[in-house]
C-alpha cells in the first residue's frame, strides 16, 4: 500500500468516524462540547492563517467574531432573513472590516499592529455596549432564530438538537479546512510565508506584500465572522463579550498550544482546551477554586519556552523519530 | 550595444546625510559592471535605490528606456530586475525548494487575489507537487549546486550557501538585469572560484549584472567595467586597469578602506 | 465653565502622572531588551494588592508611605524573577510574537492567580486623609490626589537622576541606544536587562498604589493599566522616557477632556482613537525612532 493510498485511507476513516460520531456517542452534553470546539477551530484556523502563515500578530481579532455574530443575528431578527444566508453574510461584513484592518496593518509591525489591532476590537466593542437602540448594550441580543429547516422533497431537516448542529459544524470545519490548506499550500501561501519570514526579501521577489496584507486579512476575517455567526444560531446569544480581548486570548492561545503555523495545530488546540475547559470546571467546582485560567496562562508560558511547535510539532517530531528508526532497524535487517 | 540600464543625476539624502550624491552612469545588455569603493561610500544605497527598496531624492532611473525612479521594490521586480542582500534574506521557514518556487510565481500577470481565487477553486495539488515548478526550481538549485539541500529549512543551511540561494532565488524571477550585492564575503578561496563561474554563467545566460564587491580577485576577474564611488560620489569609471592605476582610486582606498591591492 | 475646564485638566494631569509612571517602565524594558511586555499592568495590580495588604496593617499615610516603599520591592523582585524564568529564555531565539504572546501568558497567568488568592471582589485603598479637600485658588482637589501626583513626580526625578547621575543608569541607557557598543565597553548586559527589567517593574508597582488609591483594586485590574501604558509608549515613542512622561499626561488630559465633552462612554477607547490616528500618520508613534536593524 503506498502513501497516496494510505493517505486517502486514512482520511476517509476519519471521516467515517466523524459522520458516525453522534450515534455512537449520543450525551448532549459531549456532543454540545464538539460543536463548541469546532466552532472554536474555524476561529482558530483563520487566526492562524493570519499570524501563523504571514506573522501578523492580530490581537483584535475578536472583533471579526462578533460583528460576523451581530451581523447574522441583526439580519435575522430585524429583516428576517434566513439564518444560512445571515451566516455568509456575517463571514463578508467581517470580511470588510478586516479589509479595513489591512490598511493600518501595512505599515506596522510588532507591538505597534498589536495595539492597533487591540483599539480596534475595544473599539467595537464600546459601539457594541453603547449602541443600545442597535444591540440593546451589554444585556446583548438574545432569542436569536435558529437555523431555519432545509426542505429536500419530502425531507424536512431541523436543526434543533446538538446532534444536528454537529453535522452543520463538521462541514462548515471541513469546508474551512479544505480552503485554509489550499491558500496555504499553494503560491498564494508560499508567498504569505516568504512575506512573514523576511519581508523585504519577499519584496525583492515581486511580492506586493501591501496587498497580501490585505488580502489575508480579508479572508481571515470572513473565517472569523463566519465562525461567529455559527455561534449566534447555535447558543442563540450574542454580547459584546464576544468581541472582548479575553475571547482573542482564548484563541491565541489555543493556536500556540496547538501548534503555530500548521493546519493540525488549530485542531488540535481548539479540541484539547475545549474539553480541558470542561475538565477544568468539572474540578474547580469540585475544589472551589479558579485555577482555568491560571492553567492555560501557565499552559501558554511553557508551550512557547519548552514547546515552541505546540501539540503538531511534537507529534511530528514524534512520527519523525518513529519514521526514522524504522528505516534504522530495515537497515539493519539487511544482510 | 543596447543600454538597458541608466542612470542619471542620481542622490539620496537621509535627513542631513548625503549618501549618494550626483551619480550618473549606464549599463549596457550583457554587461558585467563592478561597483566599487570603501565602505560607506553609497553603494548599497545606490543598489537599494535601483531596485526600488528606496526611493531617490534627486535624480531619475531608466531601465530599458522606461522611468523606475518612483517605482516600488515588488513592481521593480516585476519589470525585469533582481537583487540579492549584503546580509542574505532568505524565507528561513520555508525550504529551500521552496525559497526558489516562491521567487519562480509568475506575479507579472496574477496578484494575491488571483492566486488565492486559484488555490481554492483551481485544481488540486500543492505547489510542492506541481511538477514543472519543482522542475525549474531544482534546475535552479542545479545551477547554484545546492540541489542536494532542497529539503532543508533555508535557516539551517551555512552560510555561503545561503547566498547561493539567494542568487538561486533571484534568477528564478527571470530577471534582465542582476544586482549583486556582495555575494563573495565570508568565502573561502576555493569558493570564489566557483563563484566566478557562476556570475560569469549568468552573464552568459543573457543576463546583465551589476555587482558590488570588496573581494578584488573575483571583481577584477569578471567586470568589463567599473564604477567607483567614495562618499556617495562616482569618481571613476572605465576598465579595471584604468581605474586601478587612477590616482583618485587610489587615494580613495588608501585614504579611508584597505583593500586595494591584490 | 472655564474653571471646569482647569479642573479637569488638573484632574487629568494628576491620572496622567500616574500613567507616566507606568509607562515609563514598560519603555525602559522595551528600549533595553526590545520586550514588549503585556503583563506590565499586572505588575501594577501586584503593587496595589502589596498596598492593600500593608495598609491593613499600619493605616494612614505612614502605612501608605511604607506600601509604596514595599510595593516597589516586591515587585521590583517579581519583575526579577519573571525576567529570569521567563523573558531571559527567549531572548536568544527571539522574534516579537514570541516575547508578546508569552507576556500574554504572563498576563492571563497573573491577574488569575490574583483572582485565585485575592478573590474578585475589589478593594479599596483607605484614603489617609479622610477625604481632605485643598483649595487651590480657580481649583481645587484632594490632598490624597495632590500626593499621588507628587509621588509621580518624585519618582520620575529620582528616575532620571539614577539614569544619568549612577554608573548602572549610564549603564542601562548606553544599552538602550547600543546594545552591542555596550557590550563591547565591558558592560555586562545580563546584569543590565535584570536591573531595567526590575526598575521598569518596581516603577509599575509604585503605579499600581497610586492607580489604585485613585481607583479601586481588584484582579483584573491590570488590563487597563498595561493598554494605557502601551498607548502612552507609542505616543512618546518606545524606548523614550521622556516621550513616555509626556505621553502620560497627554492621555490623562485628553481621557478626561474626551470624557467630559464628548462621550463619557468612549473614555478608556480615546486612547486608541489617538493611537491609531498618530500610527496612521508615523507608523513608529509620535516621537519615535526607526529602530536599527
Known amino acids: 500500500m503506498n502513501k497516496y493510498t494510505r493517505k486517502w485511507l486514512f482520511r476517509v476513516l476519519v471521516l467515517a468516524v466523524l459522520a458516525l460520531l453522534p450515534q455512537v456517542i ?25 499570524a501563523g502563515y504571514t506573522g501578523l500578530l492580530n490581537l483584535g481579532h475578536a472583533a471579526f467574531y462578533g460583528i460576523g455574530a451581530y451581523t447574522s443575528s441583526l439580519l435575522a431578527m430585524l429583516l428576517g432573513i434566513s439564518p444560512w444566508i445571515g451566516l455568509f453574510a456575517g463571514g463578508l461584513t467581517a470580511a470588510f472590516f478586516g479589509f479595513l484592518l489591512g490598511f493600518p496593518a501595512l505599515r506596522l509591525s510588532g507591538p505597534y499592529l498589536a495595539i492597533t489591532t487591540i483599539g480596534f476590537a475595544e473599539i467595537l466593542r464600546m459601539v457594541a455596549i453603547n449602541w443600545v437602540d442597535l444591540t440593546r448594550g451589554s444585556l446583548g441580543l438574545s432569542g436569536i432564530p435558529l437555523l431555519t429547516p432545509i426542505r429536500l422533497g419530502a425531507l424536512n431537516i431541523k436543526f434543533y438538537f446538538e446532534r444536528d448542529y454537529y453535522y452543520v459544524v463538521l462541514a462548515a470545519v471541513l469546508v474551512t479546512l479544505f480552503c485554509v490548506r489550499r491558500l496555504t499550500q499553494s503560491e498564494f501561501g508560499v508567498s504569505l510565508q516568504a512575506l512573514r519570514d523576511d519581508e523585504l526579501g519577499a519584496q ?84 472551589k477554586v479558579d485555577i482555568r485560567l491560571v492553567i492555560y496562562g501557565l499552559m501558554l508560558i511553557l508551550t512557547i519556552l519548552f514547546m515552541r511547535e505546540g501539540i503538531a510539532g511534537l507529534l511530528r517530531e514524534l512520527a519523525n523519530k518513529l519514521e526514522s528508526s524504522r528505516l534504522g532497524r530495515k537497515k539493519e535487517s539487511e544482510p | 550595444m ?61 531601465f530599458n528606456g522606461r522611468d523606475i525612479s518612483k517605482a516600488k521594490a515588488h513592481e521593480v521586480n516585476n519589470l525585469g530586475i533582481a537583487r540579492t542582500f549584503q546580509v542574505v534574506r532568505i524565507f528561513g521557514k520555508l525550504t529551500v525548494l521552496e525559497n526558489v518556487l516562491a521567487g519562480l510565481v509568475d506575479r507579472r500577470s496574477k496578484g494575491p487575489w488571483h492566486l488565492a481565487k486559484d488555490a481554492i477553486f483551481g485544481p488540486a495539488g500543492a505547489l510542492v507537487e506541481d511538477r514543472e515548478a519543482c522542475r525549474r526550481a531544482e534546475e535552479l538549485l542545479e545551477f547554484v549546486g545546492i540541489s542536494r539541500y532542497r529539503k532543508e529549512l533555508a535557516e539551517n543551511l ?55 564587491e570588496h573581494v ?43 583593500n586595494a591591492a591584490h | 465653565m472655564e474653571s471646569l475646564f482647569l479642573q479637569q485638566t488638573l484632574n487629568g494631569l494628576i491620572v496622567g502622572s500616574v500613567y507616566s509612571l507606568i509607562a515609563i517602565g514598560l519603555t525602559m524594558v522595551f528600549g533595553v531588551m526590545k520586550i514588549s511586555n503585556f503583563a506590565h499592568g499586572d505588575y501594577a495590580m501586584v503593587g496595589a494588592y502589596v498596598a492593600v495588604f500593608v495598609l491593613a496593617w499600619i493605616p494612614g499615610w505612614l502605612g501608605w508611605v511604607g506600601s509604596v516603599i514595599a510595593a516597589a520591592a516586591a515587585v521590583g523582585l517579581l519583575g526579577i524573577i519573571t525576567e529570569r524564568i521567563v523573558f531571559r529564555p527567549l531572548m536568544t531565539r527571539w522574534t516579537d510574537i514570541d516575547t508578546i504572546m508569552v507576556s500574554i501568558g504572563l498576563f492571563i497567568l497573573l491577574e488569575n492567580l490574583a483572582q485565585l488568592f485575592f478573590g474578585a471582589t475589589p478593594r479599596m485603598l483607605e484614603d489617609p486623609f479622610s477625604g481632605r479637600v485643598v483649595d487651590l485658588g480657580v481649583v481645587s482637589t484632594s490632598m ?84 494605557k501604558a502601551f498607548v502612552v509608549t507609542i505616543l512618546g515613542g518606545m524606548g523614550n522616557i521622556r516621550g513616555a512622561i509626556f505621553g502620560g499626561f497627554i492621555l490623562g488630559v485628553a481621557e478626561v477632556l474626551g470624557g467630559n465633552y464628548i462621550a463619557m462612554e468612549f473614555k478608556n477607547a480615546i486612547g486608541f482613537f489617538i493611537i491609531i490616528l498618530v500610527l496612521l500618520v508615523k507608523p513608529t508613534g509620535l516621537f519615535g525612532q526607526k529602530e536599527g536593524t
Open chain 1, 204 to 287: 525583492s521577489v515581486g511580492i506586493n506584500t501591501a496587498r497580501y496584507k490585505i488580502a489575508v486579512f480579508t479572508i481571515s476575517a470572513f473565517f472569523a465572522g463566519f465562525a461567529g455567526a455559527l455561534f449566534a444560531h447555535y447558543i442563540r446569544l450574542v454580547s459584546p463579550e464576544m468581541m472582548a480581548l479575553h475571547t482573542t486570548f482564548d484563541t491565541l492561545t489555543m493556536a500556540m498550544i496547538g501548534g503555530l503555523g500548521t493546519m493540525a495545530g488549530p485542531i488540535l488546540g481548539a479540541v484539547v482546551i475545549t474539553f480541558l475547559s470542561e475538565w477544568l470546571r468539572y474540578v474547580e467546582d469540585l475544589f
Open chain 2, 216 to 258: 578584488m580577485k573575483v571583481i577584477m576577474d569578471i567586470s568589463h567595467r567599473l564604477i567607483v564611488l567614495d562618499y556617495g560620489e562616482k569618481i571613476a569609471e572605465g576598465v579595471p586597469k584604468e581605474v586601478c592605476s587612477n590616482p583618485k582610486v587610489i587615494d580613495a582606498y588608501l585614504g579611508g578602506g584597505a
Open chain 3, 144 to 227: 490624597l490626589r495632590i500626593l499621588c501626583f507628587g509621588f509621580s513626580a518624585v519618582t520620575i526625578v529620582l528616575l532620571q537622576i539614577f539614569l544619568n547621575r549612577t554608573r548602572v543608569g549610564v549603564a542601562i541607557q548606553a544599552t538602550s541606544q547600543n546594545r552591542f557598543a555596550a557590550q563591547l565597553m565591558g558592560i555586562n548586559i545580563n546584569f543590565v536587562y535584570t536591573i531595567t527589567f526590575a526598575v521598569g517593574a518596581a516603577l509599575a508597582g509604585i503605579g499600581g498604589v497610586l492607580y489604585g488609591t485613585l481607583f479601586a483594586v481588584y484582579p483584573l485590574m491590570g488590563a487597563m493599566p498595561t493598554l
Open chain 2, 2 to 62: 543596447t543600454e538597458i540600464l541608466r542612470v542619471e543625476g542620481l542622490a539620496k539624502m537621509f535627513g542631513g546625510l548625503c549618501a549618494v550624491s550626483d551619480v550618473s552612469f549606464n549599463l549596457n545588455h550583457k554587461e558585467i559592471v563592478g561597483l566599487i569603493g570603501p565602505n560607506g561610500a553609497g553603494k548599497t544605497t545606490l543598489i537599494n535605490l535601483i531596485s526600488g527598496a528606496i526611493q531617490p531624492t534627486r535624480g531619475r532611473i531608466l
Open chain 1, 26 to 50: 449520543q450525551a448532549r452534553y459531549f456532543l454540545h462540547l464538539v460543536v463548541m470546539a469546532g466552532i472554536f477551530t474555524i476561529l482558530t484556523l483563520s487566526w492562524n492563517l493570519l
Open chain 2, 158 to 212: 551555512p552560510y555561503a550557501l545561503t547566498k547561493r540561494l539567494e542568487i538561486a532565488r533571484a534568477m528564478a524571477t527571470a530577471p534582465k538585469l542582476l544586482l549583486l550585492d556582495e555575494p563573495s564575503s565570508g568565502l573561502n578561496p576555493a569558493e570564489l572560484m566557483g563563484q566566478i563561474a557562476l556570475i560569469n554563467e549568468i552573464n552568459r545566460r543573457d543576463v546583465s549584472i551589476l555587482i558590488i
